[in-house]
């Protein structure tokens, strides 16, 4: 089963333009709203296609990709707080029903396969926005100044 960190993981390929727009956006329920972590997230996108030098033709491309990706972020947070409901249903019950906790388990892998390919995609369309050296500019970037790097 897929998990946060995996998906995630995925992202930084493509570079901070997304690994730091998921990481911030997915980080939005710890005390700050969505709406202000899609604006840092935003700023940090910038802040990566500068060295790579895009067009405006590019940077809307990226933007249009990082949208969907908030979007289908957004959508998957709304589902929350059902889910949590739905496991406190289950655990609260007499007996546990193996099949409803599969059913359960199975729609939450079915959820982050989907965050995954959304993310997957988004990789494929920024990769074939960019030139392989805009490309190398905004690795260089993200190696420079991910999240955990110390640089």
Known sequence: MLNRRTILASVAVVGVALISGVAAFAQGHMGRGPGMMKRMA????????EPAQVTPEQRAKIYAVRDRVFASMEAQRQTRGQHMAQALALFEADTLDPAQLAAFAAQHEAEHRQMADVITQAIGEVHDVLNPIQRRAVTDWIRTHRPGSHG
């Not at 935003?42 to 296609?49: F, G, R």
């Open 42 to 49: 935003s700023a940090m996108i910038d802040e990566a296609l």
